[in-house]
């Protein structure tokens, strides 16, 4: 059964300003892709897509690109972005009953949101709706970012960290686990594709200020189901670690800029022809 999550505008407009693009996993899916099936290029469909990030990322490779979301409030954000090229487009539809005919598709991606679909119903529709020869491309991040800052200990920064994503673990939601890198190891064992590839970590680093950084992190589902249960213990974590981090690093202003590192994992399957 698939997960309705990130509906609210408030969180939708976070989830928009604060996530990270992962414009160095694209590179390496249009390798893929253009190394399997050169000059196929016509649709790459984004499921899952939220307010777009990923959606944009594709425009330049392909004639046409549709982001796909189940939320209304995530589309909406994804409508407003000035940034979307004019053949990018968005359309509201569930992951594992999408609006496309079957063998339409010549590239379909899921960027950090397949741990909340139904997964073996979205893989017989990803399987439908790609074309012989289409691509599958399915990637997330751990929970566990890391932070560097000058010649602070990134030890000593990770530690402040891990601390922070423990008190968050008993919130996680239980369709996930306490591991998402499990349920996209299942779905690349299950997909019956013979030329596939998996990718257990990329190391994307970003430039952020402190503050963020905990924005990136505030938008994730366990803290907002901390939000959601005790506004004040949510404020006092994210206030407490701020504070920790910053005393580390000997700053007084959360606008100060980290190298933020996110590990990507990912996988990467051709259908046959």
């Given at each position: 059964m698939a997960v309705r999550l990130f509906e609210g505008r408030e969180h939708a407009a976070a989830y928009a300003r604060y996530r990270v693009a992962p414009e160095e996993l694209i590179d390496r899916i249009m390798s893929y892709v253009e190394k399997q099936t050169p000059n196929r290029v016509s649709l790459a469909v984004d499921v899952g897509c939220g307010s777009g990030q990923g959606s944009i990322l594709l425009a330049p490779y392909f004639t046409k690109v549709v982001g796909t979301d189940i939320s209304p409030a995530q589309l909406e954000m994804a409508l407003t972005n000035n940034k979307n090229p004019p053949n990018v487009s968005y359309r509201e539809s569930p992951a594992e009953k999408l609006p496309f005919a079957s063998g339409e598709v010549d590239l379909l991606t899921a960027m950090t949101a397949a741990h909340w679909f139904d997964r073996e119903k979205f893989l017989l529709e990803a399987d439908r709706v790609l074309r012989p020869g289409g691509c599958l491309a399915l990637l997330s991040y751990t929970m566990a970012m890391e932070l560097e800052y000058g010649d602070v200990s990134p030890a000593t920064l990770s530690g402040i960290c891990d601390e922070f994503y423990a008190a968050l673990l008993p919130f996680r939601d239980p369709h996930i686990g306490t591991s998402s890198v499990n349920i996209y190891s299942d779905m690349f064992?299950?997909?019956?594709?013979?030329?596939?590839?998996?990718?257990?970590?990329?190391?994307?680093?970003?430039?952020?200020?402190?503050?963020?950084?905990?924005?990136?992190?505030?938008?994730?589902?366990?803290?907002?189901?901390?939000?959601?249960?005790?506004?004040?213990?949510?404020?006092?974590?994210?206030?407490?670690?701020?504070?920790?981090?910053?005393?580390?690093?000997?700053?007084?202003?959360?606008?100060?800029e980290v190298t933020v590192v996110v590990n990507y994992f990912y996988w990467l399957a051709r259908k046959p022809l």
């Open positions: 064992d299950s997909c019956s594709y013979p030329d596939k590839e998996w990718n257990e970590c990329l190391k994307v680093k970003r430039l952020l200020p402190l503050n963020g950084y905990f924005g990136m992190m505030e938008t994730f589902s366990s803290y907002q189901k901390l939000l959601r249960k005790d506004p004040a213990e949510a404020e006092r974590l994210s206030n407490d670690t701020r504070n920790k981090l910053m005393c580390a690093m000997k700053v007084s202003s959360p606008d100060t």
